[in-house]
């Protein structure tokens, strides 16, 4: 998020581009979960598009951490 903060996707988009290479075995499941709980502590909003899929984005950019150098 800090280096694409305006950037938004699906929770499969999400779990096959954006998942760190360590965890590139997540299931869909637990990526719904961790991605459930961004959303219930404000550092992801979620939307709904007018066909229906759920999007994923940062909630604010104050609510991302600053990059650490």
Known sequence: MTDHPKAAD???GI???WVAPEFSDSSSDDVQIALDHLVS???LCRSVVADGTIIYAAADPAAIPPKKV
Do not use: A, F, N
């Open 10 to 12: 699906t929770s499969e």
């Open 15 to 17: 779990r096959s581009w």
């Open 41 to 43: 502590i404000g550092r």
